[in-house]
């Protein structure tokens, strides 16, 4: 059984240390430990830190990319390295990495193809209470959306197995945590959240600005996986809501009088005419996800089939063997 340890990395030169000696060296259950960085195009030396500390594959871009590419391309390495599990965690060492055997033991007990660790985040004392408060709110919308019971949604330390690892799909370019949990759901992975510690704050946040823009970004990222995975349940509530909004204006304007009031009556098509659209448009968007659902399965046939015969990439740094 090989596990690989994977690191998105941008300007981690001065933390990237920390993050690395606290990983384990040893779980049951486990043959092989790797360890494979992804340098989202660091302007600082970042690789040659990662080379010193002896990490065994990077992946290394010259520009920055973003989170979500920067997750999926370290995917794609330890797919194509020969990974049974692969587990994410954070280059500023947020995370203790002693938790990781947690994350693996349901996989190799074969209790889940997905695990995410749950943060104390009441507990965390460099937290504020509006990321406190915004944190519990966003995962809630998440398991709504996803119909799963995860409760720390953004929580970036996860393991997923080989299986779950050929059906990850991420659209999106900001973040992988939220679309990921929905694609999960709409698909009936066997996901399952482990509570797990935290270290002290290294350094803040660099995925946003403030906690407004993470909190504007983050819906945009809900609402379009929400309406690419169940369209018709999304687009059925808009239509819903415009039809009651016509059957009320149409039922005012019988009971006040056909008389005097035809501006109600053509307010009432108006609403029942986007009702109708809107209702069309859930449905040709309902046969667009089961034809995706499709491209999807083909997309994993495709990918099992690549990674199990081929380990070339122009990007990863063989630092294990010297390559």
Request: aromatic share 10%; proline share 2%; glycine share 6%.
């Amino acid at each position: 059984m090989k596990l690989f340890i994977q690191i998105p990395c941008y300007n981690e030169e001065e933390t990237l240390h920390v993050a690395i000696d606290a990983l384990p060296k040893k779980i049951e259950g486990i043959d092989e430990i790797n360890v494979l960085i992804i340098n989202d195009g660091s302007k600082d030396k970042t690789v040659e830190e990662a080379k010193r500390l002896g990490v065994d594959y990077i992946v290394n871009f010259k520009r920055n990319k973003g989170l979500a590419y920067g997750f999926m391309a370290g995917i794609d390495a330890c797919l194509r390295l020969g990974a049974d599990i692969i587990v994410n965690t954070d280059a500023d060492n947020q995370y203790n990495a002693d938790d990781i055997e947690l994350l693996v033991r349901p996989i190799l007990n074969k209790e889940a193809d997905q695990v995410i660790g749950e943060r104390p985040i009441d507990e965390t004392e460099h937290f504020s209470k509006k990321k406190k408060t915004f944190q519990h709110l966003g995962s809630w919308v998440v398991k709504k959306a996803s119909k799963t019971d995860i409760p720390d949604a953004p929580s970036g330390f996860r393991a997923y197995s080989r299986d779950a690892a050929l059906r990850l799909n991420v659209i999106n370019e900001y973040t992988y945590t939220l679309e990921t949990i929905i694609q999960a759901g709409r698909n009936k992975q066997a996901i399952k959240a482990v509570p797990i510690r935290t270290n002290e704050e290294l350094r803040e946040s660099r995925l946003f600005k403030s906690m407004w823009t993470y909190m504007r970004r983050s819906a945009g990222v809900i609402i379009r996986s929400y309406s690419m995975y169940r369209p018709l349940a999304f687009f059925g509530l808009f239509a819903a809501i415009f039809f009651i909004a016509g059957l009320i204006i149409g039922i005012r304007f019988i009971v006040l009088g056909m008389e005097g009031h035809v501006q109600s009556l053509i307010l009432a098509a108006v609403f029942f005419i986007l009702a109708t659209q809107t209702f069309f448009m859930g449905m040709q968007a309902d046969i667009i996800a089961a034809n995706r659902k499709l491209i999807e399965d083909i997309q994993y046939r495709v990918r099992k089939y690549d990674t199990q015969n081929s380990s070339e990439d122009d990007n990863i740094i063989d630092n294990k063997h010297g390559n």
